[in-house]
C-alpha cells in the first residue's frame, strides 16, 4: 500500500474505525494560506510521519505538555475478591492474547485485580487515543462546577468570537460532547491538504476548525463522530477558565481523584492541547476517572461534577441512543456496533452476546481500549492497548461477561435488553 494511503488509515488516532467510513459531504481543501513556510513544513512533516508509521499513526507527538496529577499512589487493594479466581484468569488471558497494555479489576473502591503486559507497567504513560474524550466531558462538568461555563446549553458562540455572528455559534457547549455539533463528520482523504489531516495534525489545528472547518448540518440535528468536534473542548475550557488545559485537568480533576498525571500532545511550542486525543497518563488514571462517573461525580465525599452532570453524561440522543457526552452507553442489544452515524455503513465492533447487565457505560476508543463502568456492581474493568493481533477480532461483551458471568453479587444481574 503506498504510503500516503497508509497514513490516512491512521490520520487520527482518536477517531475509531473511522478511516475506512465514508462521511459525506466532500471536505474543501483550500491551498494554505497565513501561515509561515516552517508552519506548513512542519505540518507536512507530521502528515508523512504517519505514513512512515502505517496503522500507528505518529511516531511520536512533539511537543508535549505535562499534565500534574497527584503524586504516585496505589489503589487500595482488596483483601478478598467476589470474582472468582476462575474468571480473572479468563478475562486476563483474553486481555493478554489481544495485545493489551494493562487490564485491571475494581469492585467497590478496591482493587481486585491488575496486570500489564510487555514493557508496561503501573507507571507508563498510555496513549488515551479516544479515552481523551470522556476526560472533556469531566474537564467540562468541572467547569460547570467552577461557574466557568453557564450550561451544557451555552451557545459557544458566547465562548468563541470567531463564531458569535456564525452559524457555528449556535452550536451548544453539549454538541461538542454528545458529537452532534452539526461539523463536518470524520474521514479521510489522499490529499495531504484536506481537512480531517490538517485539523488534527496542523500546528494552528485550531484555527484551521475555527476558520475552515465546515458546517455541513443544523447543530443538535445530526450525530458525527468528529475529532474536530472534541478538539474545541480544550479551546472552551482555556477561553472560559483563563488556564492551560493540561494544568486545568491534572489540578480539578486528577489531583481531586488521586490520579497520577501525564502528558498531552499541544500543537505547537505554546499553543494549545489536543483534548480529542493525545493525552498520555498511566492506566490507573483512567480507572481512576472510570470511578468519578461511578460515583456520579463525587470523590471522597467532596462534589467535583455538578449534581446530576454524570446522568447527562449517561443519556443517549434520538440521533444516536447509544453515545451520550463522552460515554458509550449499552443499550439494546446490537450485534456490530460502530463509531460512526449509525446510519452510515462501514466497519462495526463485535459484541457476541448481550452485555449480562443493562446499566453498563463506557469509555471506549481506537484499538479497543476501552473501561467498562457498571454503577450497579459498583465495578470498574479497564483494558488499554493495541488492536488485537491480525485475523483476530475483538469481542466486546467478552472481557465484561466474563467479569460480570463470575462475580459472586447481591444485587441480580438484569441483561441487556434485545
Known sequence: MPRPALALLAALLAAPLMAQVPAPPKPVTPAPSGYPAEVE?????????????GVGGLGNYDPLEDIVGAPAQSLSKASSSAISDTALAAAEAYAKANNSSAFMVIHKGKLIHESYFGDTDAESLIVSKSLAKP????AVGR?????????????????LEEWKDKPQGEIRIRHLLDMRSGLLAQG???DPMNMWSRSYLHPYHERIILEEYPLTDAPGSIYEYSNATSELIALIIERTTGRRYGEFVGTEILQKIGAPGGKVWINREGGLAHSGCCALLPAQSYARMAMLVEQDGTWGGQRLLPEGYVAEM???TAQNPYYGMGLWLGGTYIERRGFPNPDRPGPKVLHSEPYLTN????????????????????????RTGERPPAKTEWDNAKLINTILAGLKTDTPLTPQPR
Open 359 to 382: 446499566d453498563l457505560v463506557m469509555f471506549d476508543g481506537n484499538s479497543n481500549q476501552i473501561v467498562y463502568i457498571v454503577p450497579s456492581q459498583d465495578l470498574i474493568v479497564l
Open 41 to 53: 513544513a512542519l505540518y507536512m512533516a507530521r502528515f508523512n510521519n504517519t505514513a512512515t508509521n
Open 135 to 138: 476526560i472533556t466531558a469531566l
Open 143 to 159: 467547569a460547570l462546577m467552577l461557574g466557568k461555563i453557564k450550561s451544557l446549553d451555552q451557545p459557544v458562540g458566547e465562548i
Open 188 to 190: 479521510n482523504s489522499l
Open 314 to 316: 449517561k443519556t443517549g
